[in-house]
C-alpha cells in the first residue's frame, strides 16, 4: 500500500487529566483511576480510522518521583488495559525533561516537553499522519499550545472544573469540554 493510501488523522492524548485522573505524579497501578469516556471516546477514533497517540511530559522522572523503569510497567499495563478494551494505542510518547529536574541528565530544555511540539512531531515521521485533521486533547494550557504549534487544527481542552485555566492569549482557537466523552462530536469517519 502505498504511504499516501494509508494517510489517516491521530488522536493525540495526553494522559494524567485525560486517560487517567490528574492526582500529580502517578506512576503505581493503585494511584491510577481512569477518566470516565476515554475507552468510548478511544474506541470511536479506532472506528473511525484514526491512530491513537499519548503524548505526556514526565517530569517526575526527572525530578526523581518515580523511575522511567516505574514509568514503563505502569505504561504496559495501562497498554494491557486498553487492549483489554479493544483499543490499541498506536504509540506511548513521553518526555522525562525538566529545567529544574533533579538529575542532570534530565536538566534540560526539550522540544519534546509540551508546550512544544516535539512529541507531535515525531509521530508525523513514524507514521502517515493527516496532520490538519488530527485531533489534540489535553486538560492544560500547554497541550493546546503543543497542537497547534504542531499544526492541528482541532485543540480541546478538557476542562472538568477542578482547575482555574489561564490561557494565553496565542492559544483562543480551541474546543472547550466538560466532559471526555464531548470528545467523539469532534471526529469524523475517515473510513467510509
Same mark, same amino acid.
Not at 478494551?85 to 525533561?97: A, G, N
Given at each position: 500500500? /502505498?504511504?499516501?493510501?494509508?494517510?489517516?488523522?491521530?488522536?493525540?492524548?495526553?494522559?494524567? *487529566?485525560?486517560?487517567?485522573?490528574?492526582?500529580?505524579?502517578?506512576?503505581?497501578?493503585?494511584?491510577?483511576?481512569?477518566?470516565?469516556?476515554?475507552?468510548?471516546?478511544?474506541?470511536?477514533?479506532?472506528?473511525? *480510522?484514526?491512530?491513537?497517540?499519548?503524548?505526556?511530559?514526565?517530569?517526575?522522572? *526527572?525530578? *526523581?518521583?518515580?523511575?522511567? /523503569?516505574?514509568?514503563?510497567?505502569?505504561?504496559?499495563?495501562?497498554?494491557?488495559?486498553?487492549?483489554?478494551?479493544? @483499543?490499541?494505542?498506536?504509540?506511548?510518547?513521553?518526555?522525562?525533561?525538566?529545567?529544574?529536574?533533579?538529575?542532570?541528565?534530565?536538566?534540560?530544555?526539550?522540544?519534546?516537553?509540551?508546550?512544544?511540539?516535539?512529541?507531535? =512531531?515525531?509521530?508525523?515521521?513514524?507514521?502517515?499522519?493527516?496532520?490538519?485533521?488530527?485531533?489534540?486533547?489535553?486538560?492544560?494550557?500547554?497541550?493546546?499550545?503543543?497542537?497547534?504549534?504542531?499544526?492541528?487544527?482541532?485543540?480541546?481542552?478538557?476542562?472538568?472544573?477542578?482547575?482555574?485555566?489561564?490561557?494565553?492569549?496565542?492559544?483562543?482557537? =480551541? @474546543?472547550?469540554?466538560?466532559?471526555?466523552?464531548?470528545?467523539?462530536?469532534?471526529?469524523?469517519?475517515?473510513?467510509?
Amino acid at each position: 500500500m /502505498s504511504k499516501e493510501k494509508n494517510i489517516r488523522p491521530a488522536l493525540f492524548l495526553d494522559r494524567d *487529566g485525560i486517560i487517567n485522573v490528574d492526582k500529580g505524579y502517578v506512576y503505581r497501578r493503585q494511584d491510577f483511576e481512569f477518566i470516565d469516556g476515554v475507552f468510548e471516546v478511544c474506541r470511536k477514533a479506532k472506528e473511525f *480510522g484514526y491512530w491513537i497517540f499519548v503524548v505526556t511530559n514526565q517530569a517526575g522522572i *526527572g525530578r *526523581g518521583y518515580y523511575t522511567s /523503569s516505574q514509568f514503563r510497567e505502569l505504561t504496559k499495563w495501562m497498554e494491557a488495559y486498553f487492549k483489554a478494551e479493544d @483499543i490499541v494505542i498506536d504509540r506511548i510518547y513521553y518526555c522525562p525533561h525538566h529545567i529544574e529536574a533533579k538529575y542532570k541528565k534530565y536538566r534540560r530544555h526539550c522540544s519534546f516537553r509540551k508546550p512544544n511540539p516535539g512529541m507531535i =512531531h515525531q509521530a508525523f515521521k513514524d507514521f502517515n499522519v493527516d496532520i490538519p485533521n488530527s485531533v489534540m486533547v489535553g486538560n492544560k494550557s500547554t497541550y493546546i499550545q503543543a497542537g497547534q504549534r504542531a499544526g492541528l487544527q482541532i485543540n480541546i481542552l478538557y476542562d472538568n472544573g477542578e482547575a482555574e485555566f489561564c490561557l494565553p492569549q496565542d492559544i483562543d482557537d =480551541h @474546543i472547550r469540554v466538560k466532559r471526555i466523552l464531548e470528545v467523539k462530536k469532534f471526529l469524523k469517519n475517515w473510513v467510509l
